[in-house]
């Protein structure tokens, strides 16, 4: 082997050890850790992750991966390929920013977490106002170090945040994304709320137990074809993912007792961050640890919450789930009742209960803050009341205190960037879905008795190099063509347009 990628690969397994500790303790932090012990504990990821980072600002490895980067050919395998030009394009990223700014701020990120856990419970943004202004702070002054990197737009810090979380994506291609999604939605919304057609609701929320609802997730969970030998299944108070490590990766859910829907389909949803870490081929965590980007990422969780999880087909096979786990839930109820009841759009406060139609809005409208204050200079102070204008303006809804309003995610502890995401990954999977109907019966799959077929598909054309490529030259290669928000504004008018009578 290449000497550079040999010394390349020594010093990444050593990272992965330090990185393997952080994240076994992010998932204690965010599942059973005590309250008080959680400022402690934050420190110690943060020295953990820091280590990690030390040892790629090592100016040997560093010169490595330069090394390993000029000799490179065609005789090289594409993970160490994709592996090199990764790491180069990252330390041309991180080339300005020092071990010690970096744990700077992973220590801000920490108290932000912690104050606005505080602050949430007390529905008070101004508990943790400070603790933003220097996340904001911080992160602008991120983008002023990120100067080496030429397809970067500096005059627009937000590109640079944008870059973190979704290689390549520009906020010029967000605006013509979200501006075509207003355009379609926004209208359609309207017709939707004038419509006559009755959906039943009622019984979502009959009383569950806890033992009923894990019964219902592990169920789901084996019909997903999630290798629990290699996953495990507990309590946040948000649900996650976390990728620990090759053969470990764990999700989390909540159980409320009167609405059953929202921990299966945070089981669904983390189920599928889940089988697209377990299910890329052997050498990439050796290689990355993991690559994708977040829109990847959310691409295929919500596909299978949304595209899979709530057609037809998926809710006649939880129906019989349901029956069989908590029977008095779909007492009296069909199966046509059921599927409706899953997709009712009814405009709502709370991003991660919103219906898939609304979805895209809670995005659009954190986007749009988000970009004001790294873009324009607009201060934190005046989220709350811009929060509630585009509320009201989009969704005709208006939070009664910021609990329910700006501090119901916990994202922008960690800087921004990360929320349009959630909504891209829509547009990547409506593209996907239509090359799947091509090659696979989707409704037969679903029905046969386990998600295997439509699992395999995936991984022979989604998750296979999800990290060895760009989003953008994912979706090309997958699908022939550019991203596009025309699939995903189809399959929804499609959809909401059947199920409402429109
Ligand atoms: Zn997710």
């Keep these: 082997m290449n000497q550079h990628l040999e010394a390349i690969r020594e010093t990444l397994e050593l990272a992965d050890k330090y990185s393997h500790a952080a994240r076994i303790m992010q998932y204690d932090l965010e599942t059973i850790c005590p309250q008080n012990a959680m400022t402690k504990q934050g420190e110690t990821i943060a020295f953990f992750g820091n280590e990690a980072f030390k040892l790629m600002k090592d100016p040997a490895f560093e010169q490595h991966v330069e090394a390993a980067y000029q000799q490179m050919d065609e005789s090289w395998n594409e993970f160490d390929v994709a592996m090199v030009k990764q790491l180069y394009r990252g330390q041309l990223k991180n080339s300005k920013i020092t071990p010690e700014f970096n744990l700077e701020l992973a220590k801000a990120h920490q108290k932000a977490f912690a104050d606005w856990a505080r602050a949430k419970e007390a529905a008070d943004f101004?508990?943790?106002?400070?603790?933003?202004?220097?996340?904001?702070?911080?992160?602008?002054?991120?983008?002023?170090?990120?100067?080496?990197?030429?397809?970067?737009?500096?005059?627009?810090?937000?590109?640079?945040?944008?870059?973190?979380?979704?290689?390549?994506?520009?906020?010029?291609?967000?605006?013509?994304i979200f501006g075509e999604c207003k355009e379609r939605l926004v209208p359609l919304l309207k017709k939707i709320q004038a419509s006559k057609k009755k959906i039943r609701t009622d019984f979502l929320s009959r009383k569950v137990t806890k033992a009923q609802q894990e019964a219902l997730a592990y169920k789901v969970m084996e019909y997903m074809c999630y290798d629990m030998n290699r996953g495990a299944l507990t309590t946040s108070e948000h649900p996650f993912t976390m990728d620990v490590a090759k053969d470990d990766v764990r999700i989390t859910t909540h159980y409320y007792d009167d609405a059953f829907l929202s921990s299966l389909y945070s089981v669904v949803h983390e189920s599928g961050h889940g089988l697209f870490e377990l299910n890329v081929p052997g050498e990439t965590w050796d290689h990355f640890a993991t690559n994708k980007t977040m829109g990847q990422h959310e691409s295929v969780s919500r596909f299978y919450e949304n595209i899979i999880g709530r057609s037809e087909a998926f809710a006649?096979?939880?129906?019989?789930?349901?029956?069989?786990?908590?029977?008095?839930?779909?007492?009296?109820?069909?199966?046509?009742?059921?599927f409706e009841a899953l997709n009712t759009v009814t405009p709502s406060l709370i991003r991660t209960e919103a219906d898939e139609f609304t979805y895209t809005f809670h995005v659009i409208i954190r986007y749009e803050i988000e970009k004001e204050i790294l873009n324009n200079g607009l201060d934190v102070s005046e989220i709350p009341a811009l929060w509630t204008k585009k509320y009201k303006e989009y969704l005709g809804v208006e939070p009664s205190n910021d609990k329910e309003g700006c501090l119901q995610d916990m994202h922008w502890t960690e800087g921004f960037g990360y929320f349009p995401a959630y909504a891209l990954g829509n547009m990547y999977n409506a593209m996907y879905y239509n090359r799947m109907k091509e090659e696979v019966d989707i409704e037969k799959a679903i029905r046969s008795g386990s998600l295997a077929e439509i699992n395999a598909w995936m991984q022979e054309h989604v998750w296979k190099k999800a990290d060895l490529q760009t989003p953008k030259e994912w979706i090309m290669e997958i699908t022939g063509r550019e991203l596009t928000s025309r699939d995903f504004l189809d399959y929804i008018e499609a959809k909401y347009t059947k199920i409402y009578e429109l």
């Design 316 to 338: 006649d096979v939880v129906y019989d789930m349901v029956a069989e786990v908590m029977p008095h839930v779909v007492e009296g109820v069909s199966k046509k009742e059921f």
């Design 126 to 176: 101004s508990m943790f106002e400070d603790s933003l202004k220097e996340v904001a702070r911080l992160d602008r002054q991120v983008t002023s170090l990120r100067s080496e990197v030429p397809e970067l737009h500096a005059d627009l810090p937000y590109d640079y945040k944008l870059d973190d979380y979704e290689e390549g994506m520009t906020t010029a291609d967000l605006d013509r």
